[in-house]
């Protein structure tokens, strides 16, 4: 249990890291449209290589298929009600779609934690991790451009920390006696979401910002989660 704290605590205080670094410090579009890619290339692989490919072997390919699938739609259909409710530039809408977006990754986080040692899921932490930076500061800097408190967009940013920790604990110790096959499926709908994630907000974001290297960054990013992946194997 003490693992599982410790990683939970790095990879959410992260994003009270990255909206301290937003508000107060200095963050060019290019650079955050780097770290964007690079997060984006290695959560890819992260969720690929640590959800589905062992649920595959473990449950199944249709239930991995069904799962994935069904993450994908849900969320999908969730971040479309955000940007009609608050609209995609909004402080609300950005909170909101955050917090939508680091639910999946921490219940699955939570998840793969199950049965493991800190190493064995070094590559899905450290991507996420590497995911909350950029996407906590360029939100918190769009909150304060947009005229909000300095002090407050932070407290908000680290009350979703808080939400997101309890999303991982909360898979860790809920699914724990959970069967392989009903695991399998629920690591897959987790995985399903984040890909959606990405494909709809952090690589359309990752290349607004920075158009020339993006490409670039992701193959980075899937590189870096390749050696995480490789110390977690070793």
């Known amino acids: 249990m003490l693992t599982v704290l410790a990683v939970v605590l790095v990879v ?18 290019r650079l955050e449209g780097f770290l964007v890619a690079l997060a984006g290339g290695a959560l890819l692989l992260s969720v690929t290589s640590e959800l589905i490919q062992p649920s595959v072997e473990r449950g199944g390919l249709f239930p991995a298929m069904l799962g994935v699938a069904a993450g994908a739609i849900v969320f999908t259909v969730c971040d479309y009600l955000i940007d009609e409710k608050w609209g995609e530039k909004s402080g609300g809408g950005l909170l909101a779609a955050i917090t939508l977006d680091g639910i999946p990754e921490n219940l699955a986080l939570g998840v793969a934690l199950i049965g493991a040692g800190g190493l064995e899921v070094a590559a ?8 909350n930076l950029p996407e906590a500061a360029g939100g918190a800097r769009e909150m304060a451009d947009s005229g909000r ?11 979703t920390a808080l939400l997101l920790s309890l999303a991982a604990i909360a898979g860790y110790l809920a699914l724990d006696t959970v069967g392989e096959e009903a695991l399998a499926i629920i690591r897959c709908f987790a995985a399903g979401a984040v890909v959606a994630s990405l494909a709809t907000e952090v690589f359309p974001k990752a290349y607004r910002e920075d158009s020339h290297l993006a490409g670039v960054a992701t193959a980075l990013g899937v590189i870096l989660a390749f050696g995480l992946g490789s110390l977690g194997g070793g």
Request: overall charge positive; charged content about 10%.
């Open 12 to 29: 959410s205080g992260a994003l009270i890291a990255g909206a301290v670094w937003g508000v107060y410090g200095k963050l060019s579009g």
């Open 124 to 131: 899905l932490a450290g991507s996420i991790l590497l995911s």
């Open 149 to 159: 408190a300095k002090g407050k967009v932070v407290g908000l940013w680290a009350g």
